[in-house]
DNA sequence: CTTACATCATAACAGTTGTTATGCTTCAAA
DNA sequence: TTTGAAGCATAACAACTGTTATGATGTAAG
């Protein structure tokens, strides 16, 4: 087991506190203790706590958007961006805890100027995702021409951060066939 | 000044902390030293930390739920419904105050299930307030007669959810303007 | 075998946390 | 005037925090 492997665990282990535990009572000797080990492992493969958190929550921010990128792969029209965006929906269990993650550190990111302009750039980088992807839709004359693109894609996001944060907080509330329609039901209605 | 008035200044003061600092560095010291007094002063109105975060919160969902009431009385139809969402939207900048410390608060609820729990109640309240909205207009035959409410209530919640994320993460991607639009198109769809 | 480095444990550091106890005012009731 | 409580300041408490230094172990290269 090699170097990044290694910190990979660390970081998983990270990552299972912070679902089970909440963001801010993740401490050092936390992490050690889900990992098994001593303080001494996590101070090895991670200079700061925060190198450490940020790295765990990157995990699962390329995770999702590797689902979305595979999701969309062999897809074609509406049912291409359907997919893409069902690739972002806490649809399992699994899921549900990556959005846990997400949802702890958005709110661990108020007051902190640094991380809020980190999760800028993801979101500026997801939106331009599903600007191109609107775009294309657009030139196939499948979405209705008078949409302002980058305001659609916004609305997507607002989507997919809304569900998200719902099935967090009421789990019984979203199932995932109610998922699907809520989504389907908002792409159908950019139809031309 | 009485006791709840004081009381409240020092929930506000956190408020304020909570805003400029995050959740997890408003400290009972930090609190005492916003409202320029010592920490003797928040203990005395306030058993424990939790209870004075608490109430914190409390006050400001009691705020947006009394600003989505205001905003419903003399209006009729589909108006009425948008102007009640319109009231929980952070379109201004006091607004969006409130909205971080929301986010914060959910952010923090992660891995505490007492928190999740009176969150799913604060939900499930605005759930009911939405469903009997949406129950009224389909009776007068204003929406869709096939809409499941429940989920179209769910949907609504999600959509006011992530504006309100988006607003506080990417606030030039939200102005009024376009949260406005956002839920007029939303609402839009569901008319008969 | 020796050297050097990666891996990890242990311990100590200074700082911060929530909580509690104590004492000092001020002011109204008896 | 005495009594008592409210309002608030101060200080101390143990517990916990992130960080750092030091030492022990294994293991691969020379």
Redesign the pocket.
Known sequence: M??DD?RLEVAQAAWRVIVREGLD??????I?QEL??????????F????ELILFALEQVVESTLESMRACAKGQQGINRLEQMIAAALPLTDSDRDDWKVWIAFLGYSIGRDRLIQQHQKRYDLIRQILYQELADLQVAKLIRADLDLTLEANALIALVDGIGTGVVICPDQFSAQQQRYLVHQHIHALQA
Chains 1, 2 share one sequence.
Not at 25 to 30: C, D, G, K, Q
Request: aromatic share 8%; no cysteine; proline share 0%.
């Open positions: 090699g170097y290694r009572r993740t401490s050092m000797r936390a050690a098994g080990s001593s303080t001494g492992v996590v101070t090895h493969y200079r700061d706590k925060e």
